[in-house]
């Protein structure tokens, strides 16, 4: 079993967004800068997280994306299930047939991690993530990168002008 991209760019993305969006909406753009997501992918991820109720859009000038509800009110198995990411361990993705047709010697075993796993992501809130200190610090360094970055090329820009 394995969470794909889908699910851990959703859950970056969606860390990103409630560490940088308290005071002003976060644009997809300054996401994909600060986390190395493809813009593409996060307008599909976000439209997802959207319908769902995690995310809402802000227009216009200054606009884009904020959490629809308190950090601690979205748990890391919402935006999972959001992006409609399967955490399922067996075989047959559920549904029993994993040997030919019928349920396999292990089914039950591996039904029962999958739902041991989605309990877990279940108790994990996004506020739980971004009190801890080690996120913080990872997106400080981050916010210190992009920053070099648009300083680097701006000067750039000024020389080559």
């Given at each position: 079993m394995r969470l794909t991209t889908k699910g851990r760019y959703a859950v970056?993305?969606?860390?990103?967004?409630?560490?940088?969006?308290?005071?002003?909406?976060?644009?997809?753009?300054?996401?994909?800068?600060?986390?190395?997501?493809?813009?593409?992918?996060?307008?599909?991820?976000?439209?997802?997280?959207?319908?769902?109720?995690?995310?809402?859009?802000?227009?216009?000038?200054?606009?884009?994306?904020?959490?629809?509800?308190?950090?601690?009110?979205?748990?890391?198995?919402?935006?999972?299930?959001?992006?409609?990411?399967?955490?399922?361990?067996?075989?047959?993705?559920?549904?029993?047939d994993c040997q030919e047709g019928d349920q396999c010697l292990t089914h039950h075993l591996w039904q029962d991690l999958s739902s041991q796993i989605h309990d877990f992501l279940n108790d994990i809130s996004i506020q739980d993530l971004v009190s801890r200190k080690e996120i913080r610090e990872v997106a400080k360094r981050q916010d210190e990168n992009a920053k070099s970055q648009v300083d680097s090329d701006s000067l750039i820009q000024l020389t080559s002008a």
């Open positions: 970056t993305a969606m860390l990103d967004l409630a560490i940088h969006g308290k005071k002003k909406p976060v644009s997809l753009n300054d996401i994909s800068g600060r986390q190395g997501i493809s813009l593409s992918y996060l307008e599909q991820l976000f439209a997802k997280l959207r319908r769902c109720g995690l995310v809402s859009s802000v227009r216009g000038p200054g606009g884009g994306y904020r959490l629809s509800r308190e950090e601690s009110e979205i748990s890391i198995a919402q935006v999972v299930d959001a992006v409609n990411e399967s955490m399922d361990a067996t075989r047959c993705r559920g549904k029993g």
